[in-house]
């Protein structure tokens, strides 16, 4: 055991004693995990330790991690460690990340920037080793805040596993033969560097728009304004990798065949038993592309039309139409029309009111046990 591993070891049985979210931040529990922290000569001299201890310390409510975050935008190790709080990610609590960044084109990370970090995972504590957790939010930490410039993280390995594991499976099930003729068989290292290219532009679009993120976050937070919010920028994401000339094209199309792959099939089996916001989204997408002749069903297969882009940019037209009223009506209005449009694709069952599986997902689901 390497020393990293050793001190990995040691935090997943301090994280063990942690008491339960509801007493988390409570000053005899921060105090007492400072203590132990503190005692440990190896671990307290890590400069990402350093940096919670100071936090920890002159803890309040309502008080940004300033260290912590400080530590982390500024890049000063390939380490991140911190006591989080997500509700979608319950398995982080006290965790401990070291990292390995991803090349990725020059002209992508400057005309579409973002905050974003694409990274490989090099070691971990337990909380970091849940499949769930595929990304960390500047909000994940205990404060609970995202300011514009700070960093956003997605573990990349976890993306090539996850379409490994689902995605191809599906592709091969579902879809038409030729179908995603890039993206078949494509290699691990070919799927990571696809999966970088899409969470930049994905970051990206969600700051551009008349309702961006995270200005309208509370407008768009109910699981189908989330899932509508979460589909315009990967079509956005999309029509990007066709349309801008000076990326290298044989990157950006096997780029648009992934994220197409993952939102119209991978998310769409999501949430057991009834959809999540992603599974909501595509969905939507499935059901907007069918009747609009941008894909076709044939014997229980998916076809891709030649005018699927046409449709994609009919669709995101469709959404930045409804979106543009915001600078003349107000934002109850605005998320009302959003969510007509949403409704109008899906499966929403008002009794219960919530979303279910459109049939043809259902099948592929419990027929392929993903």
């Known amino acids: 055991m390497d020393e990293m591993e050793e001190i990995f070891a040691r935090i997943n049985g301090i994280r063990q004693d942690l008491p339960g979210r509801d007493r988390l931040r409570d000053e005899a529990t921060l105090k007492e995990l400072s203590r132990r922290l503190e005692v440990s000569p190896d ?126 499976r599906m592709i091969d099930a579902v879809m038409e033969p030729g179908a995603f003729p890039h993206l078949r068989g494509a290699p691990a290292e070919v799927v990571r560097q696809a999966s970088s290219w899409w969470v930049r532009l994905h970051e990206y679009h969600h700051r551009q728009g008349d309702m961006p993120i995270p200005d309208f976050l509370s407008a768009k937070k109910a699981k189908p304004l989330a899932g509508l919010e979460e589909l315009r920028v990967d079509v956005s994401s999309m029509l990007v990798c066709l349309d801008d000339d000076r990326l290298p094209s044989g990157s950006a199309l096997l780029a648009y065949e992934y994220i197409l792959a993952e939102r119209l099939l991978r998310y769409a089996v999501e949430g057991i038993p009834r959809p999540n916001y992603d599974a909501v989204a595509s969905q939507l997408l499935f059901t907007y592309l069918l009747r609009h002749d941008g894909i076709r069903l044939r014997e229980g297969r998916i076809a891709l039309d030649p005018d699927l882009p046409a449709v994609l940019e009919r669709f995101l037209a469709e959404i930045q139409g409804i979106e543009s009223r915001i600078h003349q009506a107000p934002v109850e209005e605005v998320r009302r029309d959003l969510l007509e449009f949403t409704n109008d694709y899906t499966d929403y069952d008002p009794e219960s009111g919530d979303y279910r599986h459109i049939p043809f997902f259902a099948e592929v689901k419990q027929r392929l046990g993903v």
């Open 43 to 168: 671990i307290r001299r890590l400069p990402a330790v350093q940096a919670l201890l100071e936090d920890l310390r002159g803890f309040e409510p309502g008080k940004r991690m300033e260290a912590v975050k400080a530590h982390v935008n500024e890049r000063r190790d390939n380490h991140l460690f911190s006591l989080f709080d997500a509700s979608y990610f319950p398995r982080l609590s006290l965790d401990y990340l070291t990292y390995r960044t991803l090349p990725t084109d020059p002209h992508l990370t400057e005309r579409y920037a973002s905050p974003t970090m694409p990274v490989t995972i090099s070691g971990r504590t337990e909380g970091f080793g849940s499949r769930v957790v595929v990304a960390l939010f500047p909000e994940n930490h205990i404060d609970g805040i995202q300011r514009p410039d700070d960093l956003i993280f997605y573990f990349i390995d976890k993306f090539v596993e996850r379409h490994d594991r689902i995605t191809r």
